[in-house]
């Protein structure tokens, strides 16, 4: 898949296990690059809205039309806040996200990594 990151910087922490570490601690750091990684390879949104371990799942209220995928299991907190996009750029709608379209999308915007509990 096509990663596009909002920031530099968040692509450092994302793509960097240094960067990472100064701003996670334990096994995040690793988890998360991990993670990137994993997004990287997937032949399309399908596979990483189907593994298990990221318990995919669509945000609420402010960020509704936003998904997320958590980093080193769901009680670390830690998570990745992205957005799938058609190869226009444009988001991607819930339907097509958890539909039949899934297999079609292959780009996504990163565009957060934060502790969902602080």
Known sequence: MIIKYKTG???KV???L???KKKFSGRIPEKLLA?????ETADNLRDV???SPFHFHDLQGGRKGKYAIDIGGRTSGVRL???????NGQSCSHDEVFGACAITIVSVYLEEVTNHYE
């Open 9 to 11: 910087s968040l692509e």
């Open 14 to 16: 994302c793509t960097n």
């Open 18 to 20: 240094k960067e990472a």
């Open 35 to 39: 993670a990137v990684t994993y997004i």
């Open 49 to 51: 809205v189907n593994y």
């Open 81 to 87: 806040v992205l957005s799938p996009l058609h190869g």
